[in-house]
């Protein structure tokens, strides 16, 4: 059975830092591409990084370059989203995302979320 169990989101001030991590299991976690997608009241989810496998190539949305770093501890099965610099516009509930393929078929997993609120 495969869970996604994000923690770490919390309310802080623009300017601050959070770091949001995502335990996984159930399934082989260094062959999956993670990531962390997030979303908005009244907006579609959006992707915000994702890491992949075994080479750790990574990608981001130009609206949190420079200021997030996902990441992966491989050995402890889990994902990390670093958040500098947080603005209001942060602001969402923040999902894990693991994606593999399994024989023939393309699995894609969602944690439940964390709430992320960005405000003075």
């Known amino acids: 059975q495969v869970q996604l169990v994000e923690s770490g989101g919390g309310l802080v001030q623009p300017g601050g830092s959070l770091t949001l991590s995502c335990a996984a299991s159930g399934f082989t976690f260094s062959s999956a591409v993670m990531g962390w997608y997030r979303q908005a009241p009244g907006q579609e989810r959006e992707l915000v990084a994702v890491?992949?496998?075994?080479?750790?190539?990574?990608d981001y949305a130009d609206s949190v370059k420079g200021r997030f770093t996902i990441s992966r501890d491989n050995a402890r099965n889990t994902l990390f989203l670093q958040m500098r610099s947080l603005k209001a516009e942060d602001t969402a509930v923040y999902y894990c995302n693991a994606q593999y393929r399994q024989l023939l078929r393309q699995r894609n997993y969602w944690g439940q979320g964390t709430q992320v609120t960005v405000s003075s």
């Open positions: 890491i992949v496998d075994a080479g750790g190539s990574t």
